[in-house]
């Protein structure tokens, strides 16, 4: 069976880290789900969400806890620490090529049988996994937190799934058990090749309204992506030019930033949406399911959203933040999580032309404290925030800069 990993991360200078992974995984004919606890008809599990990232805990062959990011982006539950092989007994497992992802055993990752996967509340049916020989993404320095891997579709298909990101609280129950919260949106899924997709519409000044098919991406940080917009209708009227959206096997992803006038999602009709438009020299031409993007993280937090894959469809009820305005980020930077314990911010990118780059800030430039408070005391998400706070905002970095320390003031610009 060919699984396709598409994975997207919202990075607040980037808009977005991807990665496309494909390969061949031989699997049993048996189904490989979750489902409740015999006893139980509900389970809530707590999550955070850092960077947009819904992150659990969960036990493998009785070891752990180890960290998963929840992503219905992803076919297959993927191991991405290396060092995962040592801490939990896997008796038999085979080797993988994955194409694109580098030479030598860079190239290789190990196929599981199947694993116990435990999750308070919930028991796992034949769940094996892939388990990467080494940790090329770096989720752990990109999240600021200890990364393990991903679970995805099994996670998903045999149960209604509610997420709560307000409460941070993902609660599960049997599909025949589902009551819907009151006036919600009910709106259909496609569940295709192991993903869920939407239909919906986008608004781009000048044009007429597209119609798209969206995969439902908890995976994806950003509000939404839409592929093979430049190569039809040419470049937005206004964007941030030659973003880098993300990294990809063979590279750096290119593409543009750009507002939508409005995005159509069942009843909900938003303005001013950030989306991403990657370079179509960019695009995937393997795909199994045609799509024309997907849907991310930056609209599906500002609801409660229930996934019922069994029953093809997916709930939206608006939340607090609903009617909060789309920020991208205005200081230019891309930067991770480094040291043994995570607590170091190193830059790595600086946009061109961004309030950053005007300040001289550089690609290895070392974060210390912003406004005088150490990052050490910050998660990314902290920081991330106060890079898209307000435009024309100075904020005193104290910077670790060609073997000194510098105070820079950097006021951010609001790029679009």
């Known amino acids: 069976m060919l699984h396709k990993l598409y994975y997207n991360l919202r990075h607040p200078g980037a808009l977005w880290l991807a990665f496309v992974l494909t390969f061949c995984f031989a699997t049993t004919a048996r189904a490989q789900y979750f489902d409740l606890d015999v006893h139980k008809k509900k389970v809530n599990i707590p999550f955070k969400l850092e ?3 819904m992150i659990i805990q969960l036990k493998i062959n009785h070891k752990g806890p180890f960290n998963f990011i929840l992503d219905t982006g992803v076919g297959l539950m993927i191991i991405t620490d290396p060092k995962l092989v040592d801490s939990i007994s896997i008796p038999n497992k085979r080797t993988l090529k994955i194409p694109g992802l580098g030479e030598g055993d860079d190239s290789e990752a190990y196929v599981t049988s199947t694993l116990d996967i435990a999750i308070p509340g919930l028991v796992s049916y034949d ?9 090329v993404f770096n989720l752990s320095g990109y999240a600021g937190m200890p990364i393990h891997g991903l679970l995805g579709y099994e996670f998903f298909n045999n149960l209604a799934v509610k997420i709560s990101f307000q409460d941070s609280v993902v609660t599960v129950c049997r599909p025949k058990d589902l009551k819907p919260f009151r006036k919600a949106n009910k709106i259909p899924m496609l569940v295709e090749d192991r993903k869920a997709y939407v239909y919906a519409k986008a608004f781009m000044p000048g044009i007429a309204p597209i ?6 991406d908890l995976g994806a940080g950003h509000p939404v992506s839409i592929e093979h917009y430049i190569e039809t209708y040419g470049l ?13 096997l063979n590279g750096p992803i290119n593409g543009f930033i750009s507002r939508m006038d409005e995005f159509d999602l069942g009843k909900f009709r938003m303005k001013k949406v950030l989306a991403s438009f990657p370079d179509d020299r960019n695009n995937q031409t393997n795909l199994t399911v045609k799509r024309d993007g997907n849907l991310g993280v ?6 409660t959203v229930i996934l019922d894959y069994p029953d093809s469809v997916m709930y939206l009820k608006p939340g607090s933040t609903y009617n909060d305005p789309f920020e991208h980020d205005m200081s230019g930077l891309e930067y991770y999580a480094a040291g043994d314990h995570l ?10 032309g961004s309030a950053a780059d005007e300040v001289g800030l550089e690609r290895d430039d070392e974060i210390i404290s912003i406004n005088f408070k150490p990052v050490s005391r910050m998660n990314l998400q902290d920081i991330d925030e106060l890079f898209k706070s307000k435009d024309d905002r100075s904020l005193l970095l104290e910077v670790y800069h060609d073997k000194r320390v510098d105070n ?5 610009k609001r790029r679009i």
């Open 408 to 412: 820079v003031v950097l006021t951010l």
């Open 127 to 135: 769940v094996a996994a892939a388990i990467l020989k080494k940790d």
């Open 211 to 216: 119609k798209t098919k969206l995969v439902v």
């Open 298 to 303: 930056g609209i599906l937090k500002r609801f």
């Open 51 to 53: 960077r947009n990232l």
């Open 343 to 352: 607590e170091r911010i190193v830059i790595s990118r600086v946009e061109p």
């Open 236 to 248: 937005p009227q206004k964007f941030i030019a030659s973003a880098n959206l993300g990294i990809g």
